[in-house]
């Protein structure tokens, strides 16, 4: 039973971390390289919709959170299961890795990367020049640590995958 539930975990996880990945590497690849081609008024505007949207009355939307949060929890667990298991698991060495890099690298890196770059834009008006101002450093730094995050949850997706062999 338990080599069972282990198993589905690390598939959901592995399916978890991918969801996430697709999520995030249209941003990097080319929906922020569209938004600058815009004004810089309507691209920051444009991005506060898609952050309204993400997030809305302090929630996270739930087609979003459940990946996003269900996902570490199961890394969590994969974690403390690698580290309790041990040498009794095969594949601990993938659990452990898969679960740090999402964790670290996507939840962390959202946590303080992205979010307080979504808060800063959230408040400014996207006609000031402040707007401007923001909009321009908010394009290379956002897209930066979205691009990290990309590549975390990709690199964890592939270590639960690899760790999924008999």
């Known amino acids: ?22 999520v995030y590497l249209p941003f ?4 922020m390289r569209a938004l600058t081609r815009l004004p810089p008024a309507q691209g920051l505007a444009a991005m506060q919709s898609i ?25 969590v667990a994969l974690i403390i299961y690698a580290l ?10 993938l659990l452990l890795a898969g679960g740090v890099l999402y964790l670290v690298g996507h939840i962390g890196v959202t946590g303080l990367g992205n979010v307080p770059l979504n808060e800063a834009l959230a408040v400014v008006d996207p006609t000031s020049s402040e707007g401007t101002r923001l909009w321009a450093d ?14 975390a949850c990709l690199a964890s997706a592939l270590a639960f995958s690899l760790s999924l062999r008999g």
């Not at 990097?28 to 929906?31: A, D, E, G, M, V």
């Not at 309790?84 to 060495?93: K, M, S, V, Y």
Request: aromatic share 10%; proline share 4%; glycine share 10%.
């Open 1 to 22: 039973m338990l080599d069972r539930s282990v198993f589905i975990a690390k598939l959901l996880a592995a399916l978890g971390c991918g969801l996430m990945a697709g």
């Open 28 to 31: 990097s690849t080319f929906l």
């Open 84 to 93: 309790t298991r041990g040498r009794q698991e095969p594949h601990a060495l």
């Open 138 to 151: 908010y394009q290379v730094r956002w897209t930066l640590w979205n691009t990290v995050r990309t590549v």
């Open 51 to 75: 952050n309204a949207t993400i997030v809305s009355g302090g929630r996270l939307h739930p087609a979003f959170a459940t990946p996003f949060a269900g996902t570490a929890v199961l890394c």
